[in-house]
């Protein structure tokens, strides 16, 4: 049987296009569901074809907004995944929402077809925030699925964006206290990032500076109940995103739909893939071990040290920067330092 593969299903549909989006999405309201449900089936079966029927650990289903997905449909795509793969016995699959596009009823059915585990997008508590943001929800409406999803017994993550223009440390404290209220088990807090091409890039935004952006980051584990164990996630020992973790950790996965991507393994060989058949190209094992040290060092454990992550890490480099890197137990990892400069300490730490 071929190693096991993680699955990320990319829905790229949403009600509209948040101001600060720049992910693969498209603002469609009435957007054609058959279609999509068959091409992802399609894609489904042409890896049951390729890979053998194969063990899959996690489900991800992201976007866009995958919980405006109709449930028949979403039941086409699982009732296809567990035809034509072994779905473990244990498998978290997720499924990300936004706040009005979910009432309790719907959830239900998704819950009754397999999600076990919500993530929602509420990104701030404040509706002045949200109507800046682009978000068509309000706080209220976050606050009801949040509840619906918690009263459900269901795995939840909530997604928070920080460093807005208005923002500093009091303003981060202060939200990480009312989070704190929620009840979450994990928080996802990222901070807000302009891009070009989103309405946001083409603004004059008068954002915090990077000293500001630092200590907003810096404080979020003094005040957020939940230990950080990724750069931007937060969450009670036992309830981390498996998925996530698995890829972090350098997992086979498999994007499917346009905008999805993966790290594919066939025949001790890794390719790199995108949805809709975009793209399968080999890639050394260099090049995977210097992904692995990118995503690794990411989470508090660090990337282990197998054979492949050695041969590429200047460990010289390492034993001079101890206050930026640190090795415990087979694995490397960045100090609190260290994770402040995280994309210049990887170029300085691969030889």
């Known amino acids: 049987m071929s190693v096991s593969h993680n699955l990320y299903i990319h829905v790229p549909f949403c009600m509209s296009k948040c101001n600060y989006c720049a992910f693969f999405s498209t603002a469609c309201v009435n957007p054609d569901w058959k279609k999509y449900s068959d091409n992802i089936c399609q ?8 890979l053998g ?11 866009g907004t995958p919980s405006l997905m109709p449930i028949w449909a979403f039941e086409q795509i699982m009732g ?12 978290e699959i997720t499924l990300e929402s936004n706040p009005g596009t979910l009432d309790k009823e719907k959830l239900k ?4 077809i397999g999600v076990n585990r919500l993530s929602i997008g509420i990104q701030s508590l404040q509706d002045e925030e949200l109507t800046f943001l682009g978000r068509k929800h309000n706080v209220k409406q976050a606050l009801d699925l949040l509840n619906n999803a ?32 929620l009840g979450l088990s994990h928080v996802s807090m990222y901070e807000l990032t302009i891009e070009k091409n989103t309405p946001f890039g083409k603004m004059n935004l008068n954002m915090p500076n990077n ?18 164990y990724e750069v931007s996630n937060y969450a009670t020992p036992g309830e981390e995103c498996k998925h996530n973790q698995n890829i972090w950790n350098g997992d086979a996965y498999i994007g499917i739909g346009r905008g999805g991507a993966g790290r594919v393994f066939l025949n001790n060989v890794w390719y790199e893939q995108r949805g809709n058949n975009e793209l399968f190209e080999p890639i050394s094992n260099e090049t995977r071990a210097t992904e692995k040290i990118l995503t690794g060092l990411r989470t508090m454990r660090g990337v282990k040290l197998t054979d492949d992550v050695k041969s590429i890490v200047d460990f010289d480099w390492v034993n001079m920067h101890k206050d930026l890197v640190e090795i415990n137990n087979e694995y490397l990892y960045a100090t609190a330092d260290g994770l402040l ?11």
């Open 43 to 50: 894609e489904l079966r042409f890896w049951a074809t390729k």
């Open 53 to 63: 029927k194969f063990q899959i650990p996690t489900i991800f289903f992201g976007g």
């Open 211 to 228: 000293d500001t952006m630092a200590q907003m980051y810096t404080i979020i584990p003094e005040y957020l109940s939940l230990p950080r």
């Open 341 to 351: 400069i995280l994309d210049d300490l990887t170029v300085d730490l691969i030889k």
């Open 80 to 91: 296809c995944i567990k035809d034509n793969f072994y779905v473990s016995q244990n498998c």
């Open 109 to 112: 059915n998704f819950v009754s």
């Open 150 to 181: 918690i009263d459900m017994n269901l795995r939840v993550n909530a997604d928070f964006i920080y460093g807005l223009p208005n923002h500093n440390v009091k303003s981060v404290i202060e939200l990480c206290k009312n989070i704190n209220e």
